[in-house]
């Protein structure tokens, strides 16, 4: 079994920054992409960033700029920085995970969710 804990959430004015962490643990073979997501009140949830094992990253075009994705391998988890927050960056987050279980077998693991509240 595999759990992920998020961390890093809260209430912060426009302008400021949050730093989001998310830890894997339990049976963990190897781990594949790690990643971020964001559902807004009344919306779907939404990519933020991805990053892979070999360390590609892909960004959404709305927080370009603003967060930077990271990740410890020998910790198992996975960051996003937040900086120069907007009101539209408030929403609960949520960590990916990509277990890799066997050579053709891959799991998606989704954390607990963070809430994420930017003040105008």
């Known amino acids: 079994q595999v759990q992920l804990v998020e961390s890093g959430g809260g209430l912060v004015p426009a302008g400021g920054s949050l730093r989001l962490s998310c830890a894997a643990s339990?049976?963990?073979?190897?781990?594949?992409?790690m990643g971020w997501y964001r559902q807004a009140p009344g919306k779907q949830r939404e990519l933020v960033a991805t990053i892979t094992s070999g360390g590609n990253i892909n960004y959404a075009d709305s927080i370009k700029g603003r967060f930077t994705i990271s990740r410890d391998n020998a910790k198992n988890t996975v960051y996003l920085q937040m900086n120069s927050l907007k009101p539209e960056d408030t929403a609960v987050y949520y960590c990916?995970?990509?277990?890799?279980?066997?050579?053709?077998?891959?799991?998606?693991?989704w954390g607990q969710g963070t809430q994420v509240t930017i003040s105008s």
């Open positions: 990916n995970v990509e277990i890799v279980l066997t050579e053709h077998l891959r799991h998606d693991y």
């Open positions: 339990g049976s963990i073979p190897s781990i594949n992409t």
